[in-house]
């Protein structure tokens, strides 16, 4: 089993910044991808960005590129999504994913394990 906690959403104005963290316990090899996503309201969840633990990579969505950064700390256990330059349209409950994939996924259905979510509100 893997429990993932989320933190750090909260309110800020249009071109501030947040950073979300998402502690992660369990077995290592059920977490090797670790992603983050976003639900807006009446919207579907979509997916923000990506890590992997093997290598650091990392992808994210289009929307975000050049603004968001997502980091992992290995002492820790913990990923970390750097959100900059925010937008209203960021506005969203945002979640962790973990899987044991190796290779970094953009659906929902390839993730196992989520956190509950931390909302992030940007005012205009």
């Known amino acids: 089993q893997v429990q993932l906690v989320e933190s750090g959403g909260g309110l800020v104005q249009a071109g501030g910044s947040l950073r979300l963290s998402c502690a992660a316990s369990?077995?290592?090899?059920?977490?090797?991808?670790m992603a983050w996503f976003r639900q807006a309201p009446g919207k579907e969840r979509e997916f923000v960005a990506g890590?992997?633990?093997?290598?650091?990579?990392?992808y994210y969505t289009d929307s975000v590129k050049g603004r968001f950064t997502i980091s992992g700390d290995n002492a820790k256990n913990t990923v970390y999504l750097q959100m900059n330059s925010l937008k209203p349209e960021d506005t969203a409950v945002y979640y962790c994913?973990?899987?044991?994939?190796?290779?970094?996924?953009?659906?929902?259905?390839?993730?196992?394990?989520w956190g509950q979510g931390t909302q992030v509100t940007v005012s205009s």
């Open positions: 890590y992997n633990w093997n290598g650091g990579k990392t």
């Open positions: 994913a973990a899987d044991s994939k190796l290779q970094i996924a953009a659906s929902q259905s390839d993730y196992n394990y």
């Open positions: 369990g077995r290592t090899f059920s977490r090797r991808s």
